[in-house]
């Protein structure tokens, strides 16, 4: 039983790091290249990451800002605590 526990923490680690290596994958490969002259990949991004946030419950808030390259609006995001 002592071996089970011991290996838990690993395991939580393992399923941490596959979680990290599928978002990392999902932004740089799938959703691709995002800057000012890439709109729709910033949108993307942007509503890729808050889905993610919003699955774990939490808060999420756009902000809205110019760009010097453009006058187009674009959004950050902000994660709050769970309520």
């Not at 290596?21 to 942007?46: C, E, M, P, W």
């Not at 187009?72 to 605590?81: D, F, I, K, N, R």
Request: proline share 0%; charged share 30%.
């Amino acid at each position: 039983m002592a071996n089970a526990n011991s290996n838990e923490g690993g395991d939580k680690i393992q399923k941490i790091v596959e979680k990290l290596i599928k978002h990392v994958y999902t932004l740089s490969q799938i959703i691709g290249s995002r800057s000012v002259d890439n709109k729709d990949g910033l949108d993307k991004a942007g509503n890729y990451i808050e889905e993610q946030f919003c699955c774990c419950g939490y808060k999420v808030e756009r902000q809205y800002y110019r760009t010097f390259a453009r006058s187009q609006e674009m959004a950050t995001l902000t994660g709050g605590y769970r309520e």
